[in-house]
């Protein structure tokens, strides 16, 4: 997905796991260019960070993806199936991104971190969970072409007293990465993308790995122009003040 915004005066670009776009042409247009890849290249005037993101293959049978599901992961979805939890229901390509973003911002002011803006979100998939009508878990997803790409991982868990519904919670999010799966299969993607990982953040990291053995290096290549970094600095400077 490619997403480009104002800052200022500045014209700022991103690709996500797009095919290479041509570097020295926006490079004129653009200020600051970010760009998402599995592949590794020397480009001069980019920075560059390498993670590991995990990885599900969808070239396989949803009984073989399930199996790389680890034992929790599994026993807590099948407890979902049936209905047997009345009153929860599961939504994949929800169109509601109003709710959505809501849920998701919410979730990243509660870690501590800024969220990113609606139109951040736009053209996205949306898995959603819902107990009876109140929306308690989503998966946000970068549609690219053959992949999805895991935005956000949300739910209200953390914010629920009662331990039965925190649970159901649990289950729910659990089940959201099923359904990824399930509709990556039926609309023929190849591959399932969890979003990078910091295995310093041990509960994040386990979660994510909890559905894959399976990881991958990604790498992001910022450029920034002069004036652009510039700008950057004082906007630094005025929030340690």
């Known amino acids: 997905m490619v997403f480009t915004k104002n800052k200022l005066f500045f014209r700022i670009i991103r690709f996500i796991l797009e095919p290479w776009p041509d570097i020295e042409a926006l490079k004129k247009e653009y200020s600051a260019i970010y760009l998402l890849s599995y592949d590794k290249k020397d480009l001069p005037d980019f920075s560059v960070k390498e993670k590991d993101t995990p990885i599900i293959y969808l070239n396989r ?50 870690q501590g971190r800024r969220p990113d803006n609606i139109s951040d979100y736009r053209g996205c998939k949306i898995f959603s969970a819902y107990y009876y009508d109140e929306l308690i878990a989503n998966i946000i997803c970068f549609d690219v072409g053959s992949i999805l790409r ?92």
């Open 61 to 110: 049978t949803m009984d073989e993806i399930f199996k790389d599901f680890n034992h929790t992961a599994r026993n807590e979805i099948r407890k979902t199936f049936d209905n047997k939890i009345p009153g929860l229901r599961f939504f994949s390509d929800d169109h509601d991104l109003v709710a959505n973003y809501n849920l998701s911002a919410e979730f990243e002011k509660s």
């Open 150 to 241: 895991a935005k956000a991982i949300c739910s209200k868990r953390l914010k629920v007293d009662q331990p039965d519904k925190r649970r159901i919670i649990s289950y729910a999010g659990r089940r959201l990465m099923y359904e990824v799966c399930q509709y990556g299969l039926k609309n023929n993607y190849s591959i399932y993308d969890l979003g990078s990982v910091n295995f310093a953040k041990k509960n994040l990291a386990q979660y994510k790995m909890s559905f894959t053995p399976v990881t991958i290096k990604e790498y992001t290549y910022t450029y920034r122009s002069k004036w652009f970094n510039r700008l950057e600095k004082i906007r630094q400077s005025i929030k340690l003040v």
